[in-house]
């Protein structure tokens, strides 16, 4: 017969092993949430960094075409402004909120499964 001290000690083990188990997949989970973090700063830095540019060849191009140096320039600030205050006019929107926070949440909580064909 099984003595009670063997039981004990197998029952132990599962149960360390339950909680090792579940520690690696927090970790992994928490892993992939500053990876998919990371990732989203570094396409908003890329992504600034193409709108700064294309944003000065409009103005360039813009300067060109009305013959004056200074003009383009001043339509594309005058874009940005007039962008910025929808922007701050829609600050409030329900619908816009949810959209972003829907669009976030999805974005870096949200992995994909693993297929054999990732691996």
């Known amino acids: 017969m099984l003595k009670i001290g ?22 992994e989970e928490f892993i992939g949430i500053i ?14 960094l193409v709108l700064l540019f294309f944003s000065f ?3 360039f191009f813009l300067s060109q075409y009305t013959k004056s140096p200074y003009m383009g320039f001043l339509l594309v600030g005058g874009l940005f402004l007039v962008l910025l205050g929808g922007l701050y006019n829609s600050r ?5 909120q949810r959209g972003v926070e829907v669009g976030l949440r999805r974005f870096i909580f949200n992995r994909r499964n693993k297929n054999k064909n990732d691996e």
């Open 92 to 96: 409030y929107s329900v619908r816009l």
């Open 57 to 59: 060849s409009l103005a």
């Open 35 to 48: 990876f998919r973090l990371l990732l989203l700063t570094f396409m908003i830095a890329v992504g600034l």
């Open 6 to 27: 063997e039981i004990v000690e197998t029952i132990k083990g599962i149960v360390e092993t339950k909680v090792e188990l579940v520690k690696f997949e927090i970790q």
